[in-house]
């Protein structure tokens, strides 16, 4: 124990250190703050979709809202029925889905097990070009130089249709498929590779048999990473989809996904008016479907880590 | 090399805000003109103007539709609604709830052209073949005397007051004998977010029809002539047939704001309706007052 | 083994890396079409005057000045906001939150976060920021807006980047009797900080060029001057491509086309300084 101190020389000491204890108490507090910021975030986009959205269920049922297929906000009296968006966004995912799944998990495969450094090292910056490309420029694209093209190639009144929106989709889902497809290739103990060259099998059939049942699935994470992003992305769609009302039949048909009906029809809504709270509620069901996929990748990626794990 | 990226950046964060924030020379009022795509480069012309008379003053045009105008006036997030459409009674309620008084002011007027590909034979429509073509029932261009091709019919989405205005007008005919208001716009109907891209459509789809106002119609798109029976004869949009009243589907040009403008908005607004204004409306494509 | 046999096999093999690879190629050829298109067809538009002056008749003349300071403030309005909390939420998460259900939440609500639509943050922008807040269509209700979207992000990255600073650090520095917030304070932080300016720019980078949410909140077509203020409305670079996207009647086509050359580049630059950091900071180590 150290020698008492005349109280004059003590006191400075004790309450410099109180001091900073305070400051510092003060700083947790702003720390712990910003951890419950990002919650009260999330909760605060669910509190408000809920209040201005669910009204929307007191005007059309749910079962007319979701099932119907008329959609006249600026009618007298306006009805609202969401089925052409479900079925539009169901339609450009698709055909997103199927173009970046297997180009992407391919191109992962190659990147991941077969590229020489140098070509991987080419390859990944422009990969990440493509990530960074925002979707307004995409949309632009789509616009100025697919559409004509995909009017021409099949022959159709007009390029701006659910097609051209998966196309452009696909190459906005590609970077994250391609990225998590490959880390979860990666992670794929060597052990496991060593262990089918040593019984004779090529490098193909390694891949083919070893790495990518190993990698499922991650590989499967990076799917449902792109299905969400092709489901919520807005401008690209709202530029070449073409907008049409009715249930779109064929991916050729100008169709309007849920996002573009949000981002057409905002500006036209009064707060608390019909068409605002259908907007709203379209909103609601965009943010629950887009949730479930996202927290379903998250789970599946975190199992793989753990099956890897050391 | 870290540290001295932590100064580097933010120093030159700051001093680009510094010498923007310079260049601003601050001070000065503000109006907002929100709403109407067709009114958009009316308005932009006419506060370009206004302000190289009025330095002090910084005018924000925005569009993209009147539904927008108005739910902004409504809202408080505008001083000026410009509106391609008439303001609708449940609307002028929805304001009042909201203590808004919306006052109503002529500036323009359009004759509101519907346009198709120049290489499109047809050159002229009864307003009853219009309805049909936007509802739907008419899907061909041979039933209307052109080529044997599916019509691709281009619209404006809800935003606009086009949308509403023509969907009143002339696909539900109203005002002649065969007014329908049960009519909607068909379900093949592209509904786009712009008049822009509606217009460039036209330009690059032999099949397609849209209609713009006529500030927006250039070489590169036909006008069609209307009838407003198949008795009349087809009448081509321009400044005069609007003004003399024989274009069928003429309409005005709307300012909107909460109660009578005062201060720099009414400046503006009485700049936008004297004679040197009015010079511009013909300039920009439309139509003047008188 | 028979050599027919063996043959076989390696045929598929060559098969099917040359599917591989034509896939990969399928990947490549699109953006370099796209770069080289916007360069091909925007640099005719590019010219000092472009760059500096703000739109004139009804923006077929003139430049684009206001919707690229617009971009920049949008830009500086979301880091400021997004960085401090975002850090200050990613050192909760690492030093001081307890493994319980609170902590489980916030990394879910972080998850989710990261997955919203952006329409769904420009509604929820309207819905907070414009009407309940009052701040109406202004720079302060994009940035706030683009703010909570960049959170995610920046939350993520932070915590990354400290979750990397070696336990050893930590704990020498208690040692010596620095307290919990002296250590972060001095050591962590400057440890993390490529990692952390990494993910700000990289935030930055994807405000430049969100459309959605400011299409919502109301970005302004013409503003002939630029913004005094945080409440006045702005121009930016994406809802500016987004207007003149169908080519205003009487506008050269390669106007549309030099405004997209220009948000290119901007959002690209700041890719490329987040990824020149990262690499720099890995080499150090």
């Given at each position: 124990m150290l020698g008492k101190t005349s109280p004059t020389t003590a006191e400075p000491g004790e309450a410099l250190r109180r001091r900073w204890r305070l400051g510092e108490k003060l700083i947790e507090g702003w720390i712990f703050l910003a951890g419950i910021l990002t919650i009260a975030v999330l909760l605060g986009i669910i509190a408000l979709l809920l209040k201005e959205?669910?009204?929307?269920f007191w005007y059309t049922s749910p079962w007319e809202f979701l099932?119907?297929?008329?959609?006249?906000?600026?009618?007298?009296p306006p009805t609202f029925g969401i089925t052409s968006f479900f079925v539009a966004t169901l339609w450009v995912t698709l055909v997103a889905t199927a173009i970046s799944v297997p180009i992407g998990v391919a191109c992962a495969a190659y990147l991941a097990e077969v590229a020489p450094a140098k070509v991987r090292e080419t390859v990944k910056p422009i990969i990440e070009i493509l990530a960074g490309i925002p979707s307004v420029v995409m949309g632009f694209i789509g616009l100025m130089l697919l559409s004509p093209l995909v009017q021409s190639a099949f022959n159709?009144?007009?390029?701006?249709?659910g097609l051209t929106a998966g196309i452009m989709l696909s190459l906005m889902s590609l970077p994250i498929i391609i990225s998590v497809s490959e880390d979860a290739l990666r992670a794929v103990p060597d052990d496991f590779r060593e262990a089918s060259y040593a019984l004779g099998a090529t490098k193909w059939e390694t891949i083919r048999h070893v790495c990518i049942p190993g990698a499922l699935s991650g590989i499967t994470a990076a799917v449902m990473l792109g299905v969400g992003r092709a489901i919520g992305e807005t401008m690209t769609v709202l530029m070449v989809?073409?907008?049409?009302?009715?249930?779109?039949?064929?991916?050729t048909d100008p169709m309007m996904p849920m996002t573009a009906a949000i981002a057409s029809g905002i500006g036209n809504a009064v707060r608390g008016g019909l068409q605002y709270q259908a907007l709203f509620a379209i909103g609601l069901i965009l943010f629950v479907i887009t949730l479930a996929v996202n927290l379903i990748a998250d789970r599946v990626l975190e199992r793989q880590k753990r099956k890897f794990a050391r | 090399m870290r540290k001295r990226l932590f100064i580097i950046l933010p120093v030159v964060v700051v001093v680009v805000l510094v010498v923007t924030i310079i260049a601003l020379g601050g001070g000065g009022s503000s109006i907002r003109i929100i709403g109407s795509n067709t009114v958009t480069p009316l308005s932009a012309v006419w506060a370009e103007e206004f302000m190289e008379t009025h330095p002090e003053v910084s005018i924000a045009v925005s569009g993209p539709g009147s539904g927008v105008g108005i739910a902004a006036l409504i809202n408080g997030t505008t001083d000026i609604c410009q509106a391609s459409r008439k303001i609708k009674q449940s609307e002028i309620d929805q304001a009042e709830a909201n203590g808004v008084e919306p006052y109503e002011i002529q500036v323009a007027t359009d004759a509101l052209s519907v346009v198709v590909h120049?290489?499109?034979?047809?050159?002229e429509l009864t307003i009853a073949q219009l309805s049909a073509i936007y509802t739907g029932d008419?899907?061909?261009w041979n039933e209307v005397g052109g080529n044997d091709v599916e019509i691709v019919a281009i619209a404006r989405d809800t935003n606009s007051g086009t949308h509403v205005f023509f969907k009143e007008q002339v696909v539900q005919m109203k005002?002649?004998?065969?007014?329908?208001?049960?009519l909607e716009y068909g379900g093949d109907v592209l509904m786009l977010p712009s008049t822009e891209e509606g217009v460039n459509q036209v330009a690059s789809n032999p099949n397609s029809i849209f209609y713009p106002g006529l500030?927006?119609?250039?070489?590169?798109v036909k006008p069609l002539a209307i009838k407003q029976t198949a008795d009349s004869i087809g009448v081509l949009p321009s400044v005069q047939t609007a003004l003399d009243g024989t274009y069928p589907i003429a309409r005005p040009l709307l300012f909107y704001t909460d109660g009578e403008p005062t201060g720099v908005t009414k400046d503006f607004i009485d700049y936008c309706l004297s004679s040197e204004g009015q010079e511009k409306v013909i300039e920009v494509g439309y139509v003047p007052l008188e | 083994m028979r050599a027919g046999a063996v043959s076989k096999r390696q045929l598929s093999q060559r098969t099917a890396f040359s599917l591989l690879i034509v896939a990969t190629i399928i990947v490549i050829l699109p953006v370099l079409a796209i770069v080289i298109q916007i360069i091909v067809n925007g640099a005719d538009a590019i010219s000092l005057e472009f760059l500096t002056e703000a739109p004139s008749q009804a923006g077929k003349a003139g430049g684009i000045l206001p919707a690229i300071v617009g971009t920049f403030y949008l830009m500086l309005g979301t880091i400021i906001v997004a960085l401090p909390l975002g850090v200050m939420a990613g050192i909760y998460l690492t030093?001081?939150?307890?493994?319980?259900w609170f902590t489980r939440a916030i990394n879910l609500a972080i998850v989710n976060l990261a997955g919203v639509p952006s329409i769904v943050y420009g509604l929820f922008g309207l819905g907070v920021f414009v009407l309940l807040f009052h701040f109406g269509m202004s720079l302060l209700s994009a940035s706030l807006t683009l703010a909570c979207q960049a959170l995610a992000m920046t939350v993520t990255t932070s915590r990354e980047a400290i979750l990397a600073v070696p336990r050893e650090y930590r704990e020498g520095s208690l040692a010596v009797g620095a307290t919990r917030w002296q250590t972060i304070r001095h050591l962590v932080l400057p440890q993390a900080s490529p990692g952390i300016i990494t993910g700000a720019v990289l935030a930055m980078s994807r405000a430049a060029g969100e459309t959605a949410p400011i299409l919502v909140v109301g970005a302004a077509?013409?503003?002939?001057?630029?913004?005094?203020?945080?409440l006045d409305q702005f121009m930016a670079l994406p809802y500016h491509l987004y207007t003149v996207a169908a080519h205003?009647?009487?506008?050269?086509k390669s106007t549309m086309w030099g405004v997209a050359l220009v948000l290119l580049v901007v959002v690209l630059s700041f890719n490329v300084l987040a990824t020149v950091i990262r690499l720099r900071a890995r080499q150090r180590r």
């Open positions: 959205g669910l009204p929307a099932f119907g297929t008329k959609w006249y906000p600026v009618s007298e159709l009144n007009t390029g701006l249709c989809a073409g907008g049409a009302l009715a249930v779109p039949v064929s991916p | 120049p290489s499109n034979p047809v050159s008419i899907t061909n005002g002649l004998p065969t007014e329908d208001e049960s500030g927006y119609v250039t070489e590169e | 030093e001081y939150a307890r493994d319980n077509f013409l503003l002939p001057g630029l913004p005094q203020s945080p205003i009647p009487g506008m050269p």
